[in-house]
């Protein structure tokens, strides 16, 4: 993704904050309102009612870049949505997920706190870093990051539908009691806040590579911070037997 940036592909971001706004307004409220909605009209298990809450409340990761670049969005975009939805969010995770905690009729005490500095870690390991020494490519080595750019796509195409494959061969069973739980309603909450951002970012009149980015980012959250919040900090598999 960096060997298709420049500098001045976030400048020209920054300088337009009313993109950004949207992106994060549909990322940071609308996703965990949707959530929290489904979660009543289905009337879910106290369980999997807060990971659904955990799901609606993460930011987009390094998948939604990966995946904006193979749906030619704006990556420079999705990569200033990742970064700032992902410190925001060390705030507000923790004020949802008490109330959704305590809603969905957990009698526990659960203290939840995100750590800022590893989140911050976390972000520039699998993103920032990576992004960055691409770019230096292109900024130094042009032609070369210019015949990359189409195997690079294809590439990243290739391994993510292998890494799909191996997580879901992985956890088979898993998905399959998961899938008839909450199948239907993970797939809605994808489907509506996806169809929801793309409304917005039209309505607003954004350009297309800046509605794929908005709507891609909205559609997939940060899985890895998910499970770590579901199995450490809230500790679910002892708190809801």
Known sequence: MG???????FTRILKKPKTILIGLTNQLIFI???????????????????????????????????????????????????AIASIICVFTIPFILSYALAYFGSDTNVAIKLPILDTIIQIMGITIIPISIGMLIRRFKPSFAQ??????????????????????????????????????????????TMGLSYVTARVFKLKLKSTISITVESGIQNGTLAIVIATTILNCNDYFK
Request: hydrophobic fraction near 60%.
């Open 3 to 9: 060997m298709t940036l420049r500098v001045s592909d």
């Open 32 to 82: 965990p309102i949707i959530g929290f909605a489904l979660a009543i009209a289905f009337n879910l298990d106290p369980t999997m009612a807060v990971g659904l809450m955990i799901l609606a409340t993460c930011p987009g990761g390094a998948t939604s870049n990966l995946i904006t670049q193979v749906c030619k969005g704006k990556i420079a975009l999705s990569v200033t949505l990742t």
């Open 147 to 192: 015949r990359m750019e189409k195997p690079m796509r294809m590439a990243s195409t290739v391994i993510f539908i292998i890494v799909f494959i191996v997580v879901v061969a992985a956890k088979f069973n898993m998905l399959g009691t998961a899938m008839q739980e909450v199948g239907l309603v993970t797939l809605l909450l994808n489907i509506i």
